[in-house]
């Protein structure tokens, strides 16, 4: 298994630029989740999934849309980079929603906006 | 709303004492609380679950200890290793669907 696999690892964009942060994973974990890490803020959630089909909004959304047309992939996708989304960004997966669930974590992307 | 704090000083450590991690939480006390490590350029992984009602959790070097009444979870590693070195993670389910995580707490072993 390879697990949750992102790409890319570093993107640079300029501001007002669109781009795609791909996540997919391959344990048929029915959640998948999108947070960013920022230095003294901690990981906090973006957009999360409990089913293909089904999204809904974390902590943070505003700039971000994501869809899932799979059980595997997940993208997350920045319509309109502003330098505040320069940030690490991290996918993960769970096989169900419930606290207990241990999450798996992609190796992250970072994400630079000039 | 539920919060979770953890020391944001980093701790430093000798080479085989036991390093002591905090994580506090306000409000009610979460049922489960899960505990990460992450190291520099790579996504948390998960070590322990501890549940509400257990007071204490082993696995290998590593123990969590869960105190309702200090709305406290403690995180030990005995003997510790240079190799333990990395930011670590206490977390609590969010209204169900995700983690609410602290900011974390680096390690630093030395020889």
């Known amino acids: 298994n390879a697990g949750v696999t992102q790409t890319p690892k570093f993107q640079v964009l300029k501001t007002g630029q669109s781009m795609t942060l791909q996540c997919a994973q391959d344990?048929?974990?029915?959640?998948m989740s999108w947070y960013r890490q920022d230095p003294g803020m901690g990981l906090r959630l973006i957009h999360y999934?409990?089913?293909?089909?089904?999204?809904d909004q974390g902590e943070v959304p505003n700039g971000y849309n994501v869809s899932r047309s799979t059980t595997e992939d997940f993208p997350l996708r920045l319509l309109s980079a502003a330098p505040s989304q320069t940030s690490v960004y991290f996918c993960?997966?769970?096989?169900?929603?419930?606290?207990?669930?241990?999450?798996?974590f992609g190796p992250g992307t970072r994400l630079t906006v000039l | 709303s539920q919060k979770i704090e953890q020391n944001s000083e980093a701790l430093n450590i000798q080479e085989g004492k036991t390093a002591t991690l905090t994580c506090n939480y306000t409000?009610?006390?979460?049922?489960?609380l899960q505990w990460y490590r992450q190291d520099p350029g790579r996504g948390p992984v998960f070590l322990l679950l501890?549940?509400?009602?257990?007071k204490e959790k082993r696995k290998e070097r590593l123990k969590v200890t869960f105190d309702t009444t200090l709305k406290q979870s403690l995180f030990h590693i005995t003997a510790s290793q240079p190799a333990d070195s990395a930011t670590y993670l206490c977390?609590?389910?969010?209204?169900?669907?995700?983690?609410?995580f602290g900011k974390g707490t680096s390690l630093l072993v030395t020889p």
């Open positions: 409000n009610y006390s979460p049922a489960y």
């Open positions: 501890i549940r509400e009602n257990e």
């Open positions: 977390a609590h389910p969010n209204s169900g669907y995700a983690l609410n």
């Open positions: 993960a997966s769970s096989y169900g929603r419930k606290g207990t669930d241990t999450q798996y």
């Open positions: 344990m048929n974990h029915e959640y």
């Open positions: 999934s409990v089913g293909a089909g089904i999204t």
